[in-house]
């Protein structure tokens, strides 16, 4: 089970962390991924990890801007987010995927976390 938490309304240019605390399984087993859902548009990928930090990918969109990292230690990955941009406003998800050397995708999500919405002003 993935508990994803953190999102709100926040300003052009402001920053957030979304949280997202797994339970149930061995965490340390999974690559770590967060992606979003704009209204109206597909479920897209934000950002991953892999099962022990060592590997991190963005979307061009967020990379530079956004910070993804994990405990495993507290069942926890975290994304930071700095100069938030209207754009980015979408419920955010959190899924896991069982470890592989590359980026999560939509295709390789075994779960998915509830979601979690940030709205940036313009």
């Known amino acids: 089970q993935l508990q994803a938490f953190g999102g709100g309304l926040v300003q052009t240019g402001g920053s957030l962390r979304l949280s997202c605390v797994a339970s149930?399984?061995?965490?340390?087993?999974?690559?770590m991924g967060w992606f979003r859902q704009a209204p109206g548009k597909e479920r897209e990928f934000v950002s991953s990890?892999?099962?022990?930090?060592?590997?991190?990918y963005y979307t061009d969109s967020v990379r530079g801007r956004f910070a993804i990292s994990r405990d495993n230690l507290k069942n926890t990955v975290w994304l930071h987010m700095d100069r938030l941009k209207p754009e980015d406003t979408a419920v955010y998800y959190c899924?896991?995927?069982?470890?592989?050397?590359?980026?999560?995708?939509?295709?390789?999500?075994?779960?998915w976390g509830q979601g979690t919405l940030v709205t940036v002003s313009s």
């Open positions: 990890i892999s099962w022990n930090g060592g590997a991190t």
């Open positions: 899924a896991a995927a069982r470890s592989r050397p590359s980026p999560v995708t939509v295709g390789r999500v075994d779960f």
């Open positions: 149930g399984r061995t965490f340390s087993n999974y690559d």
